[in-house]
């Protein structure tokens, strides 16, 4: 079974730092973009940061200079290093990839989401 599992979300005060982690699992032939978006209740899902198979990146404007997104290959596993975390940053973070998926009826690619993790940004 294919999958995406988040790891890395917490509490922590403003000005502090947090590292998330979402691994690709299961019968993957590919990984292409992979992306982490965030949710806040009432409000639509935005992404915040995303990275191309070839590590081209591109980010939300409220992030820039504070994110970095990055990927490790060789582990199928994308993060997001977070540093001088606002309030306004508090949210439901989400790992989003385009997988190539290995099936009886040959490769192709799907849209995969992982399970969310809470980050807390207390003033």
């Known amino acids: 079974q294919v999958q995406l599992v988040e790891s890395g979300g917490g509490l922590v005060q403003a000005g502090g730092s947090l590292r998330l982690s979402c691994a690709a699992s299961?019968?993957?032939?590919?990984?292409?973009?992979m992306d982490w978006y965030r949710q806040v209740p009432g409000k639509q899902r935005e992404l915040v940061a995303a990275i191309t198979s070839g590590t081209r990146t591109n980010y939300a404007e409220s992030v820039k200079g504070r994110f970095t997104i990055s990927r490790d290959n060789d582990k199928n596993t994308v993060y997001l290093q977070m540093n001088n975390l606002k309030p306004e940053d508090t949210a439901v973070y989400y790992c989003?990839?385009?997988?190539?998926?290995?099936?009886?009826?040959?490769?192709?690619?799907?849209?995969?989401w992982g399970q969310g993790t809470q980050v807390t940004v207390s003033s």
């Open positions: 299961g019968s993957i032939f590919s990984v292409n973009a």
């Open positions: 989003h990839a385009i997988l190539g998926v290995t099936s009886y009826s040959g490769t192709s690619n799907y849209s995969y």
